[in-house]
């Protein structure tokens, strides 16, 4: 039997909650962690209509994108769309789970979905993300050394962009007095020791702390060991808004703009002056991404894609680049293949379903 606790575990393995915005709500909004999995519908948002496709499916639990709260609510008497959404999925048992700006905010995530998408070759983060990496400094003796590293590197410590198990080592001479009440792995009690040591280095993602520190411990030899952790002001290159590629062959920007219709499946776009010959650089961000056009012209990005551009936004491309606004549900729609992906590749016990429900608030004529 699955449960809840576990679908989201291991959802947030993959983008941990840790990196959503201040402003976002991604967690288990509605039901236990505790209860078993019947099925999972997945849709980019929750509805009345969602929460009718779940009952109708017999799945208790709806993973969605964003989420149907953001805001606390002061009651629930079905006045509005969220509050019946959320009083409905109650009476019905269903959870319901939002993974929204942490997904967004992950190399592997949404934008890279969408990069997926148009094909896009040498992708990486537009806007990385500061202070969100640590390091921490250990000390242990040689003949431990093997042991602590290999307890570090499996935690998630010591990944470096496309490189793994980094770290720097030097070799210094330990001291330390072991008291009467001191259990030693090395020395005796009262007596001044000196020990051959190995100081070791590592840059982690400062989310994984606790569970590197936890098995640090189980891996050292000593009963005391010593270590520190400073916070980085590094850019974490794996984690940020928005990301940059580039088409595999230069594209005329009308026939760029056409592919773009038909690799998203949209109905229609909105775009500026096709100030550019050729395009090749593309700079995407699902949703709303106008305050990433400086970003997308400090990279010089031929295009800009995303949502939700008003419309002094538009002026903001200054004939150095093309922005082309794709819609806000089209930019994030195939989050639903991405979840499904994700889930089905640990979990073969239940239905994963894709929502059928078109839950976009926007039509075309």
Known sequence: ????????????????????????????????????????????????SVVDEAIRNGDNLIITHHPIIFAGLKSLTGKNYVERTVIKAIKNDIAIYAIHTNLDNVAHGVNKKICDKLGLINTRILAPKKQTLSKLTTFAPIDNIDKVKEALFSSGAGSIGNYSECSFDMEGTGQFRPNESANPTIGTSNLTEHVREIRIEVIFPEYLEQKIIHNLKEAHSY???????????????????????????????????????????????????????????????????????????????????????????????????????????????????????????????????????????????
């Open 223 to 365: 009963e005391e060991m010593a270590y520190y952790i400073s916070p980085l002001k590094n850019m974490n290159q794996e984690v940020g808004s928005g990301m940059i590629g580039e088409l595999k062959s230069a594209m005329e920007p009308d026939a760029f703009l056409y592919y773009l219709k038909n690799s998203m499946n949209l109905n229609c776009l909105k775009h500026t002056a096709l100030v550019k010959d050729t395009v090749k650089k593309i700079a995407i961000c699902g949703g709303a991404g106008s305050f990433l056009t400086n970003h997308a012209i400090g990279q010089e990005a031929d295009v800009f894609i995303s949502s939700d551009f008003k419309y002094h936004d538009f002026f903001d491309a200054d004939d150095k680049l093309i922005i082309a606004d794709i819609g806000h549900y089209e930019s994030e729609v195939f989050t639903k293949e991405l979840l499904h992906e994700i889930l089905s590749e640990k979990f073969h016990t239940f239905a994963l379903n894709l929502s059928k429900t078109v839950t976009n608030p926007i039509s075309y004529l």
């Open 1 to 48: 039997m699955t449960r809840i606790k576990e679908i989201i575990s291991h959802l947030e393995s993959f983008a941990p909650s840790s990196y959503q915005e201040s402003y976002d709500n991604s967690q288990l909004i509605t039901g236990n962690m505790n209860d078993t999995i019947s099925g999972i519908l997945i849709s980019l948002d929750a509805t009345e």
